[in-house]
């Protein structure tokens, strides 16, 4: 109970701080990023239950990114890496905080749709799924693991020669599938979905970008 009431403390200092930081940038990404601009009011709040863990995912995120406030201070001036890692954590509280919503009858703004004229492309079926099933008609594949059997050794550094032989002919024919939906489909962009803690994710975003010029969006972002 201490622990929890020391953690409400602590996110609470944060957001005042955030706050003040914020009227010292009214024309900045990161102020538009924490002002509610929505039209609805916490007396239209419905009976529910408190999402504990999306409570404390989205206190947890506000106190990582209370680190920039020492860090940065006096200014508080961010580069474009540090504003990206600031704004991240940012938008990640706040995706745990309309979920927490949602809980009392609140509707958050949806993420945007992804643009069906593009091809993703995703390290898992899992996640092929989740996506199908919110867009049918979306342009994906999944890769089922890595695209260059090299990769794999940074991932199992003791993989047996044997199970490289197989991986490095899968491979193969993955990458000729997604040859051969870019031919067919003539995507606008390739994208790869990744998710920023796999390390799998970032190899096959790299070898994508090498081989098909990919760009990348992080799964993070995206409402699933």
Same mark, same amino acid.
């Given at each position: 109970?201490?622990?929890?009431?020391?953690?409400?403390?602590?996110?609470?200092?944060?957001?005042?701080?955030?706050?003040?930081?914020?009227?010292?940038?009214?024309?900045?990404?990161?102020?538009?990023?924490?002002?509610?601009?929505?039209?609805?009011?916490?007396?239209?709040?419905?009976?529910? #239950?408190?999402?504990? %863990? &999306? $409570?404390?995912?989205? /206190?947890?995120?506000?106190?990582?990114?209370? @680190?920039? =406030?020492? !860090?940065?201070?006096?200014?508080?001036?961010?580069? #474009?890496?540090?504003? %990206? &890692? $600031?704004?991240?954590? /940012?938008?990640?509280?706040?995706?745990?905080? @309309?979920? =927490?919503? !949602?809980?009392?009858?609140?509707?958050?703004?949806?993420?945007?749709?992804?643009? &069906?004229?593009?091809?993703? /492309?995703?390290?898992?079926?899992?996640?092929?799924?989740? =996506?199908?099933?919110?867009?049918?008609?979306?342009?994906?594949?999944?890769?089922?693991?890595?695209?260059?059997?090299?990769?794999?050794?940074?991932?199992?550094?003791?993989?047996?020669?044997?199970?490289?032989?197989?991986?490095?002919?899968?491979?193969?024919?993955?990458?000729?599938?997604?040859?051969?939906?870019?031919?067919?489909?003539?995507?606008?962009?390739?994208?790869?979905?990744?998710?920023?803690?796999?390390?799998?994710?970032?190899?096959?975003?790299?070898?994508?970008?090498?081989?098909?010029?990919?760009?990348?969006?992080?799964?993070?972002?995206?409402?699933?």
């Amino acid at each position: 109970m201490e622990d929890s009431k020391n953690l409400i403390k602590k996110a609470i200092f944060t957001i005042s701080e955030l706050n003040k930081l914020g009227s010292k940038l009214e024309s900045n990404p990161i102020h538009d990023a924490l002002e509610h601009k929505s039209p609805l009011n916490y007396k239209e709040a419905e009976p529910g #239950k408190i999402n504990v %863990e &999306e $409570f404390k995912n989205a /206190i947890y995120a506000l106190i990582e990114a209370d @680190d920039f =406030l020492y !860090k940065k201070a006096p200014m508080h001036n961010l580069n #474009k890496q540090e504003a %990206e &890692e $600031f704004c991240k954590l /940012i938008f990640k509280s706040k995706k745990h905080l @309309d979920n =927490l919503l !949602k809980e009392f009858g609140f509707k958050s703004q949806e993420s945007p749709l992804l643009d &069906e004229k593009a091809l993703y /492309i995703v390290s898992n079926k899992k996640l092929l799924k989740n =996506l199908k099933n919110k867009m049918p008609n979306i342009n994906i594949i999944s890769t089922e693991g890595v695209l260059n059997p090299e990769d794999m050794k940074i991932i199992r550094p003791n993989i047996p020669g044997k199970t490289l032989k197989g991986i490095s002919k899968k491979c193969e024919i993955t990458i000729k599938e997604i040859n051969k939906l870019i031919d067919k489909l003539k995507p606008s962009e390739i994208i790869v979905i990744v998710d920023d803690d796999n390390k799998g994710d970032k190899l096959v975003y790299e070898r994508a970008k090498e081989l098909f010029n990919a760009k990348k969006i992080s799964v993070e972002d995206m409402d699933l």
